[in-house]
């Protein structure tokens, strides 16, 4: 009886054994399919951050560009010939005894 009693309580306790191990299985699983939808989740937001970063870097590229063209506009508006020839281009000014001429465009 004795050798019965220990039979069936090895039977029984690997029933256990494998009912415990299918339920860890499922929590493991679930684990697995929440953080596998949180990392698809989180290459989405990279994907949208990565183009936002390359938006940026454009910006600061023609930001650069401009800011050098200002630069060379500011040393060119430090010399006294360039300042004449703005006057005169954009203000139609003309110097003493000068004649301005205007040029019509033929069609």
């Not at 306790?13 to 009912?19: D, E, I, L, P, Y």
Request: charged letters at 25%; proline letters at 1%.
């Amino acid at each position: 009886m004795h050798a019965q009693a220990t039979v069936s309580t090895k039977r029984i306790s690997r029933v256990g054994s494998k009912r415990r191990l299918r339920i860890l299985l499922i929590i493991v699983l679930c684990f697995l399919s929440w953080a596998a939808v949180n990392i698809w989740g989180q290459f989405a937001k990279l994907h949208e951050k990565k183009s936002v970063v390359a938006n940026m870097e454009q910006q600061l590229v023609d930001s650069k560009k401009v800011n050098v063209d200002l630069t060379k506009e500011v040393a060119r508006l430090h010399n006294d010939e360039y300042l004449d020839q703005i006057i005169r281009r954009d203000f139609h000014y003309s110097k003493t005894g000068e004649t301005p001429l205007s040029a019509s465009k033929s069609q």
